[in-house]
């Protein structure tokens, strides 16, 4: 069975003698390869290649600042991005405004720092 993250299930079909089982060399040479990202405090590759954000959705040119604990900045090329390890997930464009100018207010940080 082949398990790479980039089919949207495990398929046996696809799987060849002498590529599959392999040495690393081997192996990364077929298409359904891809490198695993390693989940160290969701650096911003790992951010970026897991949750792909979309470019007209949720990326802004200037970088964005909040006093939000749950706010994490991403730099993604000529651009930014915010992750909300709250929400796990980018924030769209007037997300960012909002949790820039008042992020006190935010209903979902006020539980979840009442959990800690």
């Known amino acids: 069975m082949c398990y ?4 949207p299930e495990p398929r046996a079909d696809i799987v060849k003698k002498g590529i599959c089982e392999g040495d ?11 490198k695993v990202l390693k989940d160290e405090g969701k650096n911003e590759e ?3 290649q897991k949750y792909r ?3 007209m959705l949720n990326m802004v ?7 939000c604990e749950f706010f994490k900045v991403v730099k993604s ?3 930014y991005v915010v992750f909300c390890d709250a929400l ?18 935010c209903p979902i940080r006020r539980v979840l720092s009442l959990r800690v």
Request: net charge positive; glycine share 2%; charged share 30%.
């Open 24 to 34: 690393e060399l081997s192996y990364s040479r077929c298409k359904y390869y891809t």
């Open 61 to 67: 040119s200037y970088e964005p600042k909040s006093g």
């Open 77 to 79: 090329k000529n651009s």
């Open 4 to 7: 790479s993250p980039l089919l």
């Open 88 to 105: 796990q997930r980018y924030l769209t464009k007037h997300e960012i405004e909002l949790c820039m100018k008042d992020f006190e207010r």
């Open 53 to 55: 954000p979309d470019p």
């Open 46 to 48: 790992y951010l970026i």
